[in-house]
């Protein structure tokens, strides 16, 4: 059973790196000769790179008169690489402004989506539920029955976890943080007896989202979902949310599904214990 949880959202890759070019095309006054010691800077970065890897894998073949060539041509194009930094420092300058450029406009654009679900469809290989649908969120370790024992132990202990049956686990595998819109597919699976979704996304808190509204709107029952707190800094667990998809994902998973249901009694439950 699937379903479109929300419409594409217009690619933005390109941006970045066009705005930064124009600003600085626009601080130089479109002048080839002042950004040519960024140009070369730039090239001479990119063959020592280039020497460089080839030298490592030359020498890993035991290839070693091609790697000691290989080393000697780096030598050379690092030395052009100083001497060109050193000589025409503006270079460096430009370059440095417009990786900060990047990663400014970059991370302005990934706080700017946060709340987005991140996913066009969410497909359900099977989907089986008895008019209640209890969800706990696991971050997948041995995963044999004696891990979902212990953390369904854990939150029938400290979270208002209903009834005698054993919930049902989400694991979300996350995958390239940058990936914003895409098909997810859940897939049901039954270690011991219990009853386990898993599905791989960019960010856990989006796809948890996601599935939970889709669950709401291919059953017609009002999904909740139990989590943990997590331990540590919020502000060391805000950039890992914002690097690695990672993070606290309970209240992040909480102001997504406020952010794209309106109504309040409509909204997956969405329930954290000690």
């Known amino acids: ?15 970045s790196p066009t705005v930064v070019c124009v600003l600085i095309t626009i601080a ?22 280039g020497a460089f890897a080839v030298t490592v894998s030359t020498a890993r073949r035991g290839h070693r008169p091609a790697a000691i060539g290989f080393a000697l041509l780096t030598l050379v194009l690092l030395y052009a690489l100083v001497y ?4 025409k420092p503006d270079g460096i300058t430009i370059s440095g402004f417009f990786i900060a450029g990047i990663i400014l406009v970059s991370l302005i654009s990934r706080i700017a989506r946060t709340t987005e679900l991140r996913a066009d469809r969410i497909v359900f290989d099977t989907l089986a539920h008895d008019q209640s649908i209890n969800i706990v969120v696991d971050r997948r370790q041995t995963g044999d029955s004696a891990e979902y024992r212990a953390k369904e132990l854990e939150q029938r202990g400290s979270s208002p976890v209903p009834g ?5 686990f ?3 595998d996350v995958g390239g943080p ?51 707190w997590a331990e540590g800094s919020p502000l060391r667990h805000m950039f890992r949310y914002f690097l690695l998809g990672r993070g606290d994902t309970a209240p992040v998973t909480r102001e997504i599904i406020r952010s794209n249901e309106p109504d309040p009694d409509r909204r997956p439950g969405i329930h954290v214990g000690s």
């Open 1 to 15: 059973m699937d379903r479109h949880s929300q419409h594409r959202p217009p690619d933005r890759s390109g941006t």
């Open 28 to 49: 130089f006054d479109a002048d080839v000769d002042a950004q040519a010691g960024a140009y070369a800077t730039g090239i001479l970065a990119m063959m020592v790179s």
């Open 84 to 87: 060109n930094i050193v000589d």
């Open 164 to 168: 005698p049956a054993h919930a049902l």
């Open 170 to 172: 989400l694991e979300i």
């Open 178 to 228: 940058s990936d914003f819109s895409d098909t997810r597919t859940v897939h049901g699976v039954e270690v011991g007896d219990y009853r386990v979704l898993r599905a791989e996304a960019p960010a856990a808190p989006n796809a948890i989202a996601a599935i939970l509204l889709t669950l709401r709107d291919a059953t017609g029952v009002r999904p909740h979902c139990y989590f943990a």
